[in-house]
């Protein structure tokens, strides 16, 4: 069969390579960022896929494959996925040498057996959105396959009765919207990378969407997974609920492409919303936002979004005075008004010091938007990505990092990797700057998030942003958060994973990953090693 021609994706950005900015918007950019930095910008020409030296593939599929395996420059760039500051350069060290686009499950499993027969290691791949370099090419193989699920791209079947649809597992998440909207529903699954990350990809990861409190991580959403092992097909019953013993569906959450290979699930999906609420409240300190947040999501009211950001981040994306906190409260149902949880949710804030005027809280019913004025539009903006890319190349060290944390750590927690984070910014670039806010919360702790950024330094590489992760993951282990609370593991978080999981479960997993991976080719080196 034909393969499905889909929108070329940037080889160097998040995002379609329509989405790319201009070389004058770019040079607008850094000439702008020279300004306020008071330094040159070496802004680095974009790569053009024609231009690139990669090394040549080391292996060729069989003729039986070879309809659908690529081996061009563009493809094997596309799925490097290495180090970021190094191929907006045009340097991409250790490429796949194939890139597999299988179109059905009797190619999909003639590609993984033939990887494993070979022992050549096959990388299990959506839209490549990893931020810790989950779907990079390993070291140490002498054939590496990509393994690129962008064609099962459907959703196959709607429960209407049960709120279910089966889906495969490439799919993107526009694309799986727009296939459950015209019959009323939706999955209301939204990652940050939902525009370039597929439904296999926050299965494989746990990912969680900016819903902030009840259904947040994809595992909320799961009713059975079907995914092939180079040992066999393994799909759990659709069941709503079970307690036969430890769930198959709970081994595929999370595993990150080292068990096998997702290519489809049954997920439980909503009636889409006709009612909304949306308020922004602002508070003196940041202290008196996050008590607030503890009390409304103690109370259960379950507002959709309970984002609480630090005052330097509300004065950045959402045009606040850098004095004030700011929580973004919205309620939605596709069967109720939404008024009363708001106006709960909004006295406990006020109880809190938070400040509202009751004319700035938003109501909507038809499937009206609400939250797109004031200070929560502006975030609202800010936070979701349009494409783009025109400050990625600058060498300049930024990152975030995310953990979880439970109330009673939670002020011990934020002081001390504010103070690790500070301190590793200062010792590499001079300086640099730091906000937080609450991803998700939980009735026992909240999820933060981290976003720093040093001053600039040209030349700058890769070497000083991993000094600053690492200064910052480890205050997170040593404050006794979780290394990652969405991001999932991938390769960047490995050696403290390694430290957070117990060793009796590594033992475990070790020994899941040898009877479903017996050659050890699915993604090595993530989660687990030999």
């Given at each position: 069969?034909?393969?499905?021609?889909?929108?070329?994706?940037?080889?160097?950005?998040f995002g379609l390579e329509s989405e790319e900015p201009t070389e004058q918007q770019r040079r607008d950019f850094a000439k702008d960022f020279s300004e306020r930095q008071g330094v040159e910008v070496d802004l680095p020409p974009i790569p053009r896929v024609?231009?690139?030296?990669?090394?040549?593939p080391r292996i060729k599929p069989p003729q039986s494959l070879a309809d659908f395996c690529r081996m061009d420059n563009y493809e094997r760039a596309l799925h490097a996925k290495g180090d970021r500051l190094e191929e907006i350069r045009g340097v991409f060290?250790?490429?796949?040498?194939?890139?597999?686009?299988?179109?059905?499950?009797?190619?999909?499993?003639?590609?993984?057996?033939?990887?494993?027969?070979?022992?050549?290691?096959?990388?299990?791949?959506?839209?490549?959105?990893?931020?810790?370099?989950?779907?990079?090419?390993?070291?140490?193989?002498?054939?590496?396959?990509?393994?690129?699920?962008?064609?099962?791209?459907?959703?196959?079947?709607?429960?209407?009765?049960?709120?279910?649809?089966?889906?495969?597992?490439?799919?993107?998440?526009?694309?799986?919207?727009?296939?459950?909207?015209?019959?009323?529903?939706?999955?209301?699954?939204?990652?940050?990378?939902?525009?370039?990350?597929?439904?296999?990809?926050?299965?494989?990861?746990?990912?969680?969407?900016?819903?902030?409190?009840?259904?947040?991580?994809?595992?909320?959403?799961?009713?059975?997974?079907?995914?092939?092992?180079?040992?066999?097909?393994?799909?759990?019953?659709?069941?709503?609920?079970?307690?036969?013993?430890?769930?198959?569906?709970?081994?595929?959450?999370?595993?990150?492409?080292?068990?096998?290979?997702?290519?489809?699930?049954?997920?439980?999906?909503?009636?889409?919303?006709?009612?909304?609420?949306?308020?922004?409240?602002?508070?003196?300190?940041?202290?008196?936002?996050?008590?607030?947040?503890?009390?409304?999501?103690?109370?259960?009211?379950?507002?959709?979004?309970?984002?609480?950001?630090?005052?330097?981040?509300?004065?950045?994306?959402?045009?606040?005075?850098?004095?004030?906190?700011?929580?973004?409260?919205?309620?939605?149902?596709?069967?109720?008004?939404?008024?009363?949880?708001?106006?709960?949710?909004?006295?406990?804030?006020?109880?809190?010091?938070?400040?509202?005027?009751?004319?700035?809280?938003?109501?909507?019913?038809?499937?009206?938007?609400?939250?797109?004025?004031?200070?929560?539009?502006?975030?609202?903006?800010?936070?979701?990505?349009?494409?783009?890319?025109?400050?990625?190349?600058?060498?300049?060290?930024?990152?975030?990092?995310?953990?979880?944390?439970?109330?009673?750590?939670?002020?011990?927690?934020?002081?001390?990797?504010?103070?690790?984070?500070?301190?590793?910014?200062?010792?590499?670039?001079?300086?640099?700057?730091?906000?937080?806010?609450?991803?998700?919360?939980?009735?026992?702790?909240?999820?933060?998030?981290?976003?720093?950024?040093?001053?600039?330094?040209?030349?700058?590489?890769?070497?000083?942003?991993?000094?600053?992760?690492?200064?910052?993951?480890?205050?997170?282990?040593?404050?006794?958060?979780?290394?990652?609370?969405?991001?999932?593991?991938?390769?960047?978080?490995?050696?403290?994973?390694?430290?957070?999981?117990?060793?009796?479960?590594?033992?475990?997993?070790?020994?899941?990953?040898?009877?479903?991976?017996?050659?050890?080719?699915?993604?090595?080196?993530?989660?687990?090693?030999?």
């Amino acid at each position: 069969m034909a393969a499905k021609v889909l929108p070329r994706r940037s080889i160097w950005m998040f995002g379609l390579e329509s989405e790319e900015p201009t070389e004058q918007q770019r040079r607008d950019f850094a000439k702008d960022f020279s300004e306020r930095q008071g330094v040159e910008v070496d802004l680095p020409p974009i790569p053009r896929v024609e231009d690139l030296q990669l090394r040549e593939p080391r292996i060729k599929p069989p003729q039986s494959l070879a309809d659908f395996c690529r081996m061009d420059n563009y493809e094997r760039a596309l799925h490097a996925k290495g180090d970021r500051l190094e191929e907006i350069r045009g340097v991409f060290k250790n490429p796949p040498d194939i890139v597999a686009h299988p179109g059905t499950e009797q190619e999909l499993q003639d590609v993984l057996e033939w990887c494993s027969d070979n022992e050549y290691a096959a990388i299990p791949y959506g839209g490549g959105s990893s931020s810790v370099e989950g779907v990079t090419p390993p070291e140490g193989y002498g054939g590496i396959v990509t393994i690129d699920m962008d064609q099962f791209d459907q959703v196959l079947e709607i429960d209407e009765t049960s709120r279910a649809a089966r889906i495969q597992a490439g799919i993107y998440g526009p694309a799986l919207e727009d296939r459950l909207r015209p019959h009323g529903f939706t999955l209301r699954h939204f990652p940050q990378s939902f525009a370039g990350s597929t439904l296999g990809g926050w299965i494989a990861t746990r990912s969680g969407g900016h819903y902030a409190t009840n259904d947040t991580h994809i595992d909320d959403f799961v009713e059975s997974v079907r995914m092939l092992t180079p040992v066999g097909w393994w799909e759990s019953r659709r069941l709503p609920g079970s307690g036969a013993g430890p769930s198959p569906d709970r081994i595929a959450l999370g595993s990150e492409g080292i068990l096998g290979v997702i290519t489809e699930a049954w997920m439980r999906i909503q009636v889409r919303p006709k009612f909304r609420a949306t308020a922004g409240v602002t508070f003196p300190s940041w202290e008196a936002g996050y008590e607030a947040t503890r009390q409304i999501v103690q109370t259960k009211l379950w507002p959709a979004n309970l984002r609480l950001l630090d005052p330097d981040l509300a004065r950045d994306g959402a045009g606040l005075d850098g004095t004030q906190a700011l929580l973004i409260i919205g309620f939605e149902s596709a069967e109720l008004p939404q008024e009363w949880p708001m106006r709960q949710a909004v006295e406990i804030a006020r109880g809190a010091g938070g400040q509202i005027e009751d004319d700035d809280i938003g109501f909507a019913g038809s499937g009206q938007p609400t939250g797109r004025g004031g200070a929560a539009g502006a975030w609202r903006d800010a936070f979701i990505p349009k494409g783009g890319g025109v400050a990625v190349g600058l060498g300049r060290v930024a990152n975030t990092v995310e953990s979880s944390i439970t109330w009673d750590r939670w002020p011990e927690f934020d002081a001390q990797v504010r103070q690790a984070l500070a301190k590793a910014l200062k010792e590499v670039c001079g300086g640099g700057t730091i906000n937080c806010r609450f991803t998700h919360v939980y009735t026992d702790g909240p999820a933060p998030y981290y976003t720093f950024a040093g001053r600039y330094k040209p030349g700058i590489g890769s070497e000083a942003q991993a000094a600053v992760k690492q200064a910052a993951s480890e205050a997170i282990m040593k404050a006794g958060g979780t290394i990652t609370h969405h991001h999932a593991v991938g390769r960047q978080h490995r050696p403290w994973y390694d430290e957070q999981r117990p060793e009796p479960f590594a033992i475990a997993l070790r020994a899941s990953k040898r009877a479903l991976d017996p050659n050890w080719v699915l993604n090595p080196g993530v989660l687990i090693d030999p």
